[in-house]
Structure formats: C-alpha cells, structure tokens
C-alpha cells in the first residue's frame, strides 16, 4: 500500500471540506457520511469525545481486527486527526473483551489513545451499547434519540467512528478527488470460497467478480451470496453482477453492510441457511426490547420447523405478521434487520420454500449448513485466515 500521510490536523473547517469532498462513509454497517456526522458533533459545540469502535462482531468480519493487528499505527494516526479536528481531548478505541492481541498490537506501537475492552455480544459493538460499557454499565443499546452526536459518553457529544473508517480518513483527507475516484472497501470474503480471506476491493467491482479474482472462485458453484453476512437478504447466483456498492445493493434488495461476503454454495440447503440466520438473530438479541426478544425466537422456531418440514402455510404468515410487527420496534437495528433479513433469504427461494411445505421434509434430505453459529467450519476458516495472515 502507498505511504500515509501524517496525523498533523489542519483547522477543523479545512479538514471537514475535504473530508466532505471525499465522500467518505462510516464502514461500520451504515455506510453514513462520515462529514454528516462531524457536523453533528460539532453542531453541539462543547469538548466532545472520540470513540473509534473496534468491537468487530458480525459473524465472519475481520476487517477491522486485521488492520489493528497489521496497520495499528495507521488507524492511531486517523483517530489522532478526528481527534485533532473536533478538539478532543483524551480520545478512546473500544474493543471486544476477547481482542487481547489486538491490544497488544496497539501497545506495542505505542497507541496514544486510551484502550478499552468490553463485552463479547453482537450488539455490545452497537455505539450506543459501547457508550454504555464505557460507563461501566451492561453493554445495552440506549433508546434514540438522542443520539451520541448530541448525548453521547458521560453526556457529551461523541463521535463513534469504526476503526476502518478512521484508519481511511488520513488518506481521503490528504487527496479527496483521488480518493474519490478510486475508492475500496476491505472485504472480509468467507463461506464456500477458495481462499476465504480480508482483501482491499475497488467499490463498484460486481461480486462475482470478488468471488472468483480475489476468492479464488467458490468451491461448489454459488448458491447464495450474502454481501453483508447475515444482516441483509442474500442475491442470487444471477444477480452476482451486482456491484460491490452499499447502493447498488440496497436497490437490488440487499445491502453491503460491513462486506462480510458469505458464499454459500449450491449444495446447501437454503432453507437451512435461513434457519441458521434467524437462529443467529434470536441467539444475540440482548433482552432489553419484548418485541424482539419474542420476534426473534418466533422467526427462529418458524424456519426451524420449515427446515425440517413441519410447518404449514399459515406458519408462514405467522413469520410474516411478526417480521412486520418487528421491522417497527427495539432500541436497535437487530429487531428490525433479523426481520428484513430473514424474510429475505426466503423470499429469494420461493421454490425450495414450497418444496419443503409440500414434501414435508428437507427435499435435500437435510443440510448441516449452519454458517451463522459460533463455531461453523465457515466462520472457523475466515478466523485462521486471520490469524495466518497477522501471523
Ligand atoms: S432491538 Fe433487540 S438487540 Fe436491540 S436493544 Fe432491543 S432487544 Fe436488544
């Protein structure tokens, strides 16, 4: 990779013109501008507060533990400039509890900021839910509004940023046009692929693509493709043309997410992905929110019961009722996104949902494909590929 340029900081206006013009966005999930939410903070006025967020945790992601594993200096370098520009003192990077090398890393290139480590839940990485272990509180998800931009860390406004998008904004700041033009995202690519792996893809590149240049191609075919991991509906084996673009994708139904590419290949029962997904949902909703603690389960028990063909048509539009009631309600994103993506992954296989309603059992004789749980050979594989590639 080229060399970075240093973390000096400019005036603040000047770096968020050329943070503006270079169109950054937050590669957290949301893909938010990430000037939008400066402006935000600085709307506020006050000493606000910087939390990079490292708290990694959706099923296959690496990103961000590679880069804090090979390039710490670089993303202390982004948090510094954010920092510098919001006048910040004292910035803070939140990592999960089980991210002890990660911290090691950080020492050892001698991090100016503070590190903290937190819980190892899913939603323990939602900002809000960082905010709250940093005050030593169960990392729950708070009510919004407001939001950290207004009431953030210990009542002040706080700039949450991931730590990719941290780690790039040196670089968008230094040159924005060229930044522009050439943007990438890295791209945790897992599943059934040749060489599951973290890469740095141009945004824009169709997904097939992805797949077969830096993935080595998929090792049986592409059944689905899942570009945001579970947390959007998957695309079909001739929709891989679409680009690798947080807006593409959402046309087409999806969503880019923080690009943990799953491929799941042909053989695997789809259906049995499903239930993996809403068992994954049901399995990290934190309990706060009654609609989805009860959504969840009920999602997970409906495609259970569909995998092994023991559901009715009217099962179906029981899921149907309370994705839709769950799409509206819960402190977070997980309530609704569970819903959006569940329903999703069935919507994309309509043939092999009604194969199963009509055979009463799985068609193919029943799949162990189970990617989302904790310890699948999928998310075993992208995990050593991380630690092979830091080794
Ligand atoms: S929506 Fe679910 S995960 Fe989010 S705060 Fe409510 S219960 Fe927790």
């Known amino acids: 990779m080229s060399a970075r340029p240093s973390p000096q900081a400019p005036d603040t206006p000047e770096v968020l013109a050329r943070l503006t013009a270079s169109g950054l966005r937050g590669r957290g999930g949301g893909w938010f501008p990430a000037a939008r939410k400066w402006r935000a903070v600085l709307a506020e006025g006050g000493e606000p507060v910087v939390i990079a967020n490292g708290a990694e945790g959706e099923p296959g992601s690496i990103k961000d533990r590679y880069l804090l594993r090979t390039r710490a200096a670089e993303v202390v370098a982004g948090i510094e400039m954010a920092a510098g520009a919001l006048n910040a003192a004292g910035p803070i990077l939140y990592l999960k509890g089980a991210f002890v090398r990660e911290e090691e890393h950080l020492r050892r290139v001698g991090a100016s900021v503070l590190v903290r480590r937190g819980a190892d839940t899913y939603v323990a990485g939602e900002e809000t839910a960082v905010l709250e272990a ?3 509180r169960r990392a729950w998800p708070r009510p919004k509004p407001p939001l950290p931009a207004a009431v953030g860390l210990h009542g002040r406004p706080t700039l949450v940023q991931n ?6 904004l040196p670089v968008a700041v230094r040159d924005p046009e060229a930044f522009r033009a050439a943007e990438t995202t890295l791209v945790s690519l897992w599943g059934h692929v040749r060489r599951p792996g973290v890469y740095d893809v141009p945004l824009g590149t169709p997904l ?7 993935g080595g191609g998929a090792t049986d075919g592409i059944g689905l493709l899942f570009p945001a991991g579970p947390s959007a509906a998957p695309l079909t084996a001739d929709q891989a043309n679409v680009p690798l673009d947080p ?9 880019l997410g923080t690009a943990a590419v799953l491929v799941v290949g042909r053989s695997a029962c789809p259906v049995a992905v499903a239930a993996s997904a809403a068992a994954f949902f049901e399995r990290e909703s934190c309990g706060q929110c009654p609609p989805c ?13 569909l995998e092994a063909g023991a559901a009715r048509a009217r099962d179906l539009a029981s899921l149907h009722e309370a994705a839709g009631f769950m799409a509206m309600h819960g402190y977070c994103a997980h309530s609704r996104t569970a819903a959006a993506a569940v329903r999703g992954i069935l919507a994309r296989v309509p043939a092999e949902v009604e194969a199963h309603l009509r055979a009463g059992r799985c068609p193919r004789g029943g799949s162990p494909s189970d990617p989302f749980a904790p310890a699948s050979p999928e998310r075993a594989a992208i995990e050593r590929a991380l630690d092979e590639t830091t080794a």
Do not use: C, K, Y
């Open 134 to 136: 940093l005050e030593d």
């Open 163 to 168: 730590v990719e998008t941290l780690w790039r």
């Open 208 to 214: 097939g693509r992805v797949v077969e240049g830096w």
């Open 247 to 255: 807006d593409a994708l959402r046309e087409a139904g999806s969503g």
């Open 293 to 305: 603690v009860v959504g969840t389960g009920n999602l997970a028990r409906i495609v259970r019961a």
